[in-house]
């Protein structure tokens, strides 16, 4: 995966505090890693919210359930590629500087 750098503001010593843990270089791979956690959390809630949809609401339909599995194929696919493509093997990303 490519990467690309961005500026971003964080509070100071929280900044620091990560620096000192992680040692030179590895910041941005920190970073990464942590945005890359809160959107697994995120998909996560969004799973949740399926599940409890499909217990409240109407069934789904043949055609919802088919794209459904289609979508979670897809982005099966990307994931493994990226992993692949970082050495990762799953266990992290690839970061910028």
Known sequence: MATKKYTVTLPEELAEEIRSEVGPGGFSAYVSQAIERQRERERDRLGELVVWMQEEGEPLAEEELAAAEAERRELDRCFTERDAA??????GLPVAG
């Open 86 to 91: 970082s050495g990762a093997g799953g266990a």
